[in-house]
Every structure is written in C-alpha cells, then in structure tokens.
C-alpha cells in the first residue's frame, strides 16, 4: 500500500534495482495470470533492504499471513512460503527510521501493532500483539521519526501518533485526532513530496462511492502530526483505494469501480498544497482490494480474485502507465490517432510516432509472446505527418510537416534504456529556410560503407500542380537546407517513400541503393535510386505496378522487396501488398500476385530483429492505429499477415 522509503533507499532503488517493468522478453510476460498466494486484503511495502514484504488475511477467517519476495527482471520472485504471525484482520505494516517493520491491524475491534525485523530471508517478529487502541481497518505511517496510525472510530477517519523506544512504540496520551467529518469506509495513507508530506486518499461509506483525499505533515518540532487541509468535493468515483508516490511530486491512486469489481487508476501531482488529478483509467477486470507499491518509476498492484492474490506490473513514464507494458486490446488496436511512422532500434525495441489533433507523440513497442508491448503515447512537438528513422549510432531522426502544412521540421532524439523512453535533445529544427509548400517528409538511412540521411518530400510549385524533391546529407545531426540544394526526383507524383536496399545488390556492386515509391495520378510507382560515390541519384524512370495510394516498401532479410498501399478499387480501404525480387536492369520482377487481407491505410512496415514484419496503419472505420504481425512464408511465396485477432 505504501512506498515508505527514506530518500538515500529511494536512491538506492532508483540506481541499482531498477528494471524497467516494459522489459517484457521475460518469460512470463503477462502479470496476474497465477496467484502468489491464497488469501485476501493483501498489503505491500518495500523493506530498506529493496525486497518486498506483503501481509494479507488467509482464506481461513481471522489468520493473518507475510510472505517476502525481490522484485529483478520486471517481476516478482517470491520465495518465502507464507508464514502465519498474527490473528485479525486489515494488516498494514510501515518501515521506521530504525529500518525495523512495525504491522497494524484489527481484532474484533481493538487494534494491535507488532514490531519485526527482516533476518536471512525471512521476518523476526520480536514484539507481537501490541494493543495501542480500539477502531478498525489501520494504516501506518513514518515520517521524521514520528508513528502516525489513521483508522476508523466510529465510522470516521482519526489518527495517533508515538514514537519508537527501545523496542516499543510510546504512544501519545492524548485523544485522537479526527481527519475527516465524512463517515469513511477504507483509506490509504503514504509519504508524498520527498518524505515531506503525507497523503490520505479514502472512500465516503456512501451507496454512490466517492473518493476524497486529505494531505498533511509532521510539525516543525517532530511532536505531533497536522493536518493541513481536507478537499470535501470529490476527485473520483470509487472505492477501496491505495496509494504510493511516484516521486517529482506525482503519485498513483488505485481503486476499485464504483460499482463494479474493475480497477482503475489515477496519477495525480502534488502542488501548492494541494492534489491536481489525472484522467480515470481502466486497467484490470474482475479483481478487488488493490495495493499498489512502487520501484521508482515501476508500479506492482497487488490485488484479490476469488481468495486469491495476483500481482501486477506497470510502468509510469511521465504522462501515464503502461501496464505490462501493454497499450491496446485484442484487435491490434495500440493507439488513437493518424499517420503512424515507426523504426526499430538498433537494441531490438521499436519506436511508434504519430499525429493526434496537431500533436506528435511516440510509443516504445517491444515484441514477445506473439504480440507486440506498447507504452502510452508521450508528446514531443507539435505537427502531422511524421517519418522516421535509426542512424547508425542508435540515435533517432524524425522529420514531419509543421500544423499549416507548409514548412518541414526535424527532430533529433536518443533512447533512454533507464527510463526507456525517447530523450528529444534537438527539438523544432526547421529544414528549409525559405520557400514554403514542402509536404510529406520521407527519411530513411541509405548506403552501408559509407551511409547518409536521405529525404524526400513533396513540393507544391503552382497552385495546383506537385512535385518530388530529394536531399541527403552527412550523418553528423544537422539536416538543414538552403534552399536549392535539393534535387528534382520527379516533375510530378506526391507521398514518396524511400526503401533503403540494405542487402547486397550484385548488379549494383557494394554501393547498396534505395527504391522510391509515390503516387502518380491514381497509380502508385516505383523508381530505383543509385547510391554512387556516396551521392544518391535517382535514374528517373518510374514503373506503374498496380492502382492505389500511399504506398511504402520494404526489403527483406531475404532480399526481396515488399511493398504496402491503400488499395484505389472502391472497395472500403483494403491494404494490398506484394513481394518481388530485384533484376539485374534493378527493375522489380513481382513474384507474387497482389494480397489483401486486411482494411487499412496510410501503412508503415519494418522488420524486427527476430525477422518478422510489422505492420502500422490506420483503422479507415475508427481513430484508431492498429498493428499487424507477418512473416515471409516460402510455401506460399509471400509475406502471411496474423489477422485471426480482427
């Protein structure tokens, strides 16, 4: 329920334990599937050490049970059994400044504290049974030395505060203080704001379940807690909340529905005093008492099913969470949104761009188990239309057209492997000068021996009339351009896309070109570009292959080279592809016949580290982005896409 970690620990998590929870290659990809252990109302917190004790009431009424466990490799290893301590109900537990465990909890309404130690893998309670007071359902606390618990008495939130003494806690004579006039049902109480202050986020004991949350903190003279404001309307729908912090202010409040065994959450931020709260989000079916505790940014809930308690791994990286790493639904579907782009990263991961209402935002996708992992969108600039690319060096450049449609802009990027995400270090560079009208940016690292940054784009000359341009430059990260420095690809045609032809192309010598593909009237077509002497140079000769629009290529590890288009028949958006093997004239001899098997539009494709393709498009019957996975089949003498899902 609580993180409860003094700053040097919280640094100590955040440099040698952390694992990024999105490192879904782990075996067990998919968190809660098997229970850790029987029981219900589980309680987590993280110990000094970096490992996790969780308490919780056995399926048999009135048993109270501990278990420990290290949280490596994006996952929980539990590998203590499940140890009987205490009789009761609605355990809590606290780390003191000592470093020793104080647990809370019930007994037929009076309520008892324990005091233990963690010793070679397993809890020395030396102090049990403890009665400090009558009420129900506790929560602790420490902070600056001080021992504050909340609980109920009589139906309202009050707490009382002590301080540990040589093996006991010194409780304060004093009655307790009340936190709230609302009669409450369950509450959950952490350190926020560095250690400074303390949240309490509870639910009103009413038939429509709202939420309410109180802040305070220990007084200068480290004597007695203050509570220093109470916000009486309601920040949620819900109930059985917890929370723990998330640092830089922010926090994560999970609850059950209102109404309903769903769990949602809220990432909120503490600022002037006060709680500013984020979106309600959905994230598990059909489990219950939720508690939440986090490594850093990584976030485990720990939550009940049928008597059962499952665990749960997420990540927060900023303007959400991603839970196992996971964004989307069966359907494929990963985001909302408009022109996807996407790269591979030279360490197997993928980046996902895309434009949404003037903003571009990315995802990280990784593979593994037969589907793709996403993170939550994160904006970066403002703009539509993006096209990106991987250098050598693993740094990302994604060029894209400003909100008027009229001038192009790059950005410069490098991935974070700590917080796995994307640090845009060169934002909002403008790539011409001058002349407006330029569109529909391509990019894409062509050669091997000696590589360049290759862009095309569309340029609107007169009113009404478009054509091709190209431009490369040195990989050195600056992509700007003095207008006329540019070459004419083509006098007509728009949407270019560049295909790097990365393997080996005898009739070429070890110079590796590109293909071009656009649209050229209702037609889609392609052009091979020479890549000599370090200088790209399309031959200026386009092959019509099909109708369509909007297309894009892709060579294979194999060689051949496949390419995806929207198809232009009138029959709803399918996505037509075909594979072909380059000739010696660098023409594209199409072996395979033209596919479809899928609605789809505006397509990107890339291939993964393990050999399969990916596919991103846009859902033409929705806002949504959809992904596909495919492979190159022999048998059939083309790529076969995993469209069972749709």
């Known amino acids: 329920m609580k993180t409860m970690i003094r700053t040097a620990l919280a640094l100590l998590m955040i440099f040698t334990l952390y694992t990024p929870v999105n490192a879904v290659a782990s075996a067990d990809i998919t968190s809660g599937v098997d229970p850790y252990s029987n029981g219900k109302n589980p309680s987590t917190i993280v110990l000094d050490n970096g490992h996790m004790l969780t308490l919780y009431e056995g399926q048999t009424s009135g048993l109270l049970y501990y278990r420990l466990g290290e949280y490596k490799d994006g996952k929980t290893d539990w590998y203590s059994d499940e140890i009987q301590f205490e009789t009761g109900n609605n355990p809590n537990a606290t780390i003191l400044d000592t470093?020793?465990?104080?647990?809370?909890h019930e007994n037929k309404g009076l309520l008892y504290y324990s005091l233990g130690r963690y010793e070679n893998g397993t809890i020395n309670w030396y102090s049990r049974g403890n009665h400090y007071g009558w009420?129900?359902?506790?929560?602790?606390?420490?902070?600056?030395?001080?021992?504050?618990?909340?609980?109920l008495e009589n139906g309202k939130?009050?707490?009382?505060y002590g301080k540990y003494q040589n093996g006991t806690i010194n409780w304060a004579m004093t009655n307790p203080t009340p936190v709230s006039n609302f009669v409450a049902d369950k509450f959950s109480v952490d350190l926020i704001d560095d250690g400074?202050?303390?949240?309490?986020?509870?639910?009103?004991?009413?038939?429509?379940?709202?939420?309410?949350?109180?802040?305070?903190?220990?007084?200068?003279?480290?004597?007695?807690?203050?509570?220093?404001?109470?916000?009486?309307?309601?920040?949620?729908?819900?109930?059985?909340?917890?929370?723990?912090?998330?640092g830089d202010g922010h926090v994560i409040n999970t609850y059950e529905g209102q109404t309903s065994n769903y769990l949602y959450y809220r990432v909120g931020e503490f600022k002037d005093g006060k709680m500013s709260w984020g979106e309600q989000i959905k994230y598990e079916d059909k489990r219950k008492n939720p508690s939440v505790i986090t490594y850093g940014r990584d976030i485990i809930v720990s939550?009940?099913?049928?008597?059962?308690?499952?665990?749960r791994y997420g990540s927060y990286n900023g303007s959400g969470v991603a839970w196992d790493g996971l964004i989307g639904s069966p359907d494929h579907g990963y985001a909302s949104g408009n022109n996807p782009a996407i790269t591979g990263l030279n360490n197997g991961l993928v980046v996902a761009i895309k434009d949404d209402g003037g903003h571009l935002s990315y995802q990280i996708g990784e593979y593994a188990n037969d589907k793709m992992y996403w993170t939550v969108p994160v904006n970066y600039d403002t703009g539509k239309?993006?096209?990106?690319?991987?250098?050598?060096?693993?740094?990302?450049?994604?060029?894209?057209?400003?909100?008027?449609?009229?001038?192009l802009f790059y950005n410069l990027g490098?991935?974070?492997?700590?917080?796995?995400?994307?640090?845009?270090?060169?934002?909002?560079?403008r790539y011409s000068t001058t002349v407006e009208n330029k569109t529909t940016p391509s990019v894409a690292v062509v050669g091997k021996n000696n590589p360049k940054l290759a862009l095309a784009f569309n340029e609107t000359f007169f009113p009404f009339s478009q054509r091709l341009l190209y431009n490369q430059f040195s990989i050195n990260g600056s992509y700007t351009s003095s207008d006329g420095n540019w070459g004419v690809m083509?006098?007509?045609?728009?949407?270019?896309?560049?295909?790097?032809?990365?393997?080996?192309?005898?009739y070429q010598g070890d110079f590796y070109g590109a293909y071009e593909f656009h649209e050229d009237g209702s037609n889609v077509v392609y052009q091979y570009m020479s890549y000599v002497g370090g200088n790209l140079s399309p031959n200026g000769i386009t092959h019509t292959y099909d109708l369509g629009k909007d297309p894009v290529g892709l060579q294979l590890d194999n060689g051949k080279i496949l390419t995806m288009f929207e198809g232009n028949r009138g029959d709803n958006n399918p996505t037509w592809h075909y594979t072909g093997d380059i000739t010696g004239s660098n023409t594209i001899s199409w072996s395979s016949s033209s596919v479809t098997e899928f609605n789809g539009q505006k397509n990107d494709v890339i291939q993964l580290n393990n050999g399969l393709l990916l596919n991103v498009h846009e859902d033409p019957n929705s806002n949504k982005l959809r992904y596909l996975l495919g492979r190159w089949e022999d048998a059939q003498n083309r790529v076969v896409w995993w469209t069972d899902d749709l």
């Open 303 to 311: 939550s009940e099913d049928s008597l059962q308690i499952y665990d």
């Open 157 to 160: 939130i009050v707490m009382k």
């Open 135 to 151: 009420g129900y359902k506790p929560d602790v606390v420490t902070m600056n030395g001080l021992t504050t618990s909340f609980y």
């Open 385 to 407: 239309k993006p096209s990106v690319t991987t250098l050598p060096n693993g740094e990302i450049v994604e060029f894209h057209e400003d909100p008027t449609g009229k001038y």
């Open 414 to 429: 490098r991935f974070d492997s700590i917080s796995r995400s994307i640090d845009w270090y060169s934002v909002g560079n």
């Open 490 to 506: 083509n006098s007509s045609g728009k949407n270019p896309s560049i295909t790097p032809a990365h393997k080996y192309i005898p």
């Open 196 to 246: 400074k202050h303390w949240l309490i986020t509870f639910d009103i004991d009413r038939t429509d379940s709202w939420l309410n949350y109180a802040v305070g903190k220990t007084d200068a003279t480290q004597t007695k807690p203050i509570l220093l404001n109470e916000i009486s309307e309601k920040y949620s729908d819900g109930r059985n909340p917890s929370i723990a912090d998330l």
């Open 99 to 104: 470093g020793e465990i104080m647990s809370v």
